[in-house]
């Protein structure tokens, strides 16, 4: 079975860090590009970072470039988001998703860990 | 950034209908354009990518089309399984982004 799973997520301070990972097993981990999407509970969904398969090329939303950092280890089949310099505005729950091959569309998601900023 | 627009914000039908949910950007691309649906608690599940392909499992009710900014999501004979919430989103250019979604509910 194909399945992503986050872990991760809690209650931190603003300005605190936090390092978000995302555990795969059921594909070829290597073979594919993966994200982080973003979703404030009762709201929309927000592309946070993308990583290719080597984990050379990346892609940020403006409001996280500086801030967060997204990683992964092939080896370990996991992909990580570090986290620093959280504000309220980071508070949402946060996905692990798999890219469709040759295309720019994600095909299989984690069911997410929330992360709350909040003092 | 390419912002995405979805209308209507609500979609009030009856079980058998045909829906059309439609997906405005705010500049041309291609067909880098996907739809999702998420249900209350659960992670989003791609339907369509490539503007119309059908992802591995999604019934053939689900249909996509389009091109340069105007995109729909057409659902034939509309099944109880179907009421959610869909949002387009492209991956023309970085960042991708999301439509604000359009509720399919039950009239």
């Known amino acids: 079975e194909v399945r992503l799973v986050e872990s991760g997520g809690d209650l931190v301070q603003p300005g605190g860090s936090l390092r978000l990972s995302c555990a795969a097993s059921g594909f070829t981990f290597s073979n594919h590009w993966l994200s982080w999407v973003r979703q404030v509970p009762g709201k929309g969904l927000e592309w946070v970072a993308d990583?290719?398969?080597?984990?050379?090329?990346?892609y940020y939303v403006d409001s996280v470039r500086g801030r967060f950092t997204i990683s992964r280890d092939n080896a370990e089949n996991s992909l990580y988001l570090h986290m620093n310099s959280l504000s309220a505005e980071d508070t949402a729950l946060y996905f692990c998703?798999?890219?469709?091959?040759?295309?720019?569309?994600?095909?299989?998601w984690g069911p997410g860990t929330l992360v709350t900023v909040s003092s | 950034e390419i912002l995405m627009t979805q209308s209507p914000a609500t979609l009030s039908v009856s079980p058998g209908e045909r829906v059309t949910l439609s997906c405005r950007a705010s500049q041309s691309f291609t067909r880098d354009l996907a739809w999702y649906q998420q249900k209350p608690g659960q992670a989003p599940r791609l339907l369509i990518y490539?503007?119309?392909t059908r992802a591995t499992g999604i019934p053939a009710r689900f249909s996509g089309s389009g091109s340069g900014t105007e995109f729909t999501l057409t659902i034939n004979s509309l099944q109880s399984e179907d009421f959610a919430l869909y949002y387009c989103?492209?991956?023309?250019?970085?960042?991708?982004?999301f439509g604000q979604g359009t509720k399919v509910e039950l009239k």
């Open positions: 990583l290719n398969e080597g984990g050379t090329e990346k």
């Open positions: 989103q492209q991956g023309d250019h970085w960042p991708w982004t």
């Open positions: 998703a798999r890219h469709v091959p040759r295309a720019r569309a994600v095909d299989v």
């Open positions: 490539d503007t119309s």
